[in-house]
């Protein structure tokens, strides 16, 4: 479901969960799948999330609780994240028929899409680093994969790898085969784009989204972050440069080195991303693949001689 599907939603039962009574409710455009509103009760402002099935992310009471359970896990080692209020009952998760709501603490802060300077990059790669030392440090339950499975066979998997544009991409991924089966997984966050980061000023002040947290590791989060970017965003509102991917790692390094054997594991996530979102713009955006390979070119560059 989009967020033009969320009128079918019962918004003001919900509240009546948490509140007696409330201020306007104004939908926020944020993401594919999720529907968001800000809202005041009290002198207090909200976010409401309403969850609703998908195809690929399991909705239950259960694995909702799972994942407010790692987002207080990992702000409890300091980073930024909504902080989930309880409703009458006590409970976290607030069930419909068909949905589950949640309603946070509101974080002051504004997306800096359109306006993305080398520092928004460089606050990225320090919030990254952190997430992943903690991840490995403090070893979260994390038993969620990528539609069951590790990336690599999930994106190996798909029907149409016979496509002709594909065939290069697809035989230099699966050179990756013995590094990708013997990377140590962890908890991952799984969704880092600079529409799941609020700022302000030029400091990263939240961290949302923790729907597609699973297990990964470092890399893999790196390589989906820069490659998910160039294939879903558009051009107007993010843009990439040298300037901006070396501030990114800079910070990283500083608050998390990479060895070299994690720089070429690096290097094979880019590659299994780069098919994957070759693979998904043949099917929904055909138009868009000059553009896209054309960028990956320049991040292949920036990144080798950024990490080597």
């Known amino acids: 479901m989009g967020q033009k599907s969320c009128e079918k939603f019962p918004i003001e039962p919900i509240l009546k969960e948490y509140f007696d009574s409330w201020s306007p409710i104004f939908p926020v455009d944020a993401g594919l799948v999720n529907c968001v509103y800000t809202f005041e009760a009290g002198e207090e402002k909200y976010v409401l999330r309403v969850y609703a099935p998908t195809a690929y992310i399991e909705r239950s009471k259960d694995s909702l609780l799972a994942e407010l359970d790692v987002m ?37 802060g504004t997306h800096a899409y359109g306006a993305l300077l080398p520092v928004h990059f460089r606050e990225m790669g320090g919030l990254m680093a952190d997430m992943h030392r903690a991840a490995i440090e403090l070893r979260p339950a994390c038993e969620k994969k990528w539609d069951g499975k590790d990336f690599w066979e999930y994106v190996w998997g798909l ?18 085969k013995e590094i990708l089966e013997t990377a140590n997984h962890y908890c991952i966050h799984g969704d880092f784009h600079f529409g799941n980061v609020l700022f302000k000023g030029n400091t990263l002040a939240a961290l949302l989204d923790f729907d597609n947290y699973r297990l990964g590791d470092a890399a893999d989060d790196i390589a989906r972050f820069f490659v998910a970017e160039l294939s879903y965003a558009e051009p107007n509102v993010y843009s990439q440069s040298q300037g901006k991917i070396q501030a990114f790692f ?44 054309e960028q990956m070119h320049d991040l292949w560059e920036w990144v080798k001689e950024i990490c080597h």
């Open 72 to 108: 207080a896990l990992f702000g409890s080692t300091g980073v930024p994240v909504q902080e989930p209020i309880p409703n009458r009952s006590g409970e976290l998760v607030t069930a419909g028929q068909g949905y589950f709501a949640i309603v946070f603490q509101y974080i002051e």
């Open 159 to 176: 029907g149409d790898l016979e496509r002709d544009d594909l065939g290069e991409l697809l035989l230099a991924s699966k050179k990756d």
């Open 250 to 293: 800079e910070e990283y390094q500083i608050h998390r080195p990479m060895d070299p054997a994690e720089v070429q594991l690096l290097f094979a996530y880019l590659r299994l991303h780069e098919l994957y979102q070759t693979i998904r713009l043949g099917h929904e955006k055909p138009e868009k693949l000059p553009y896209f390979h």
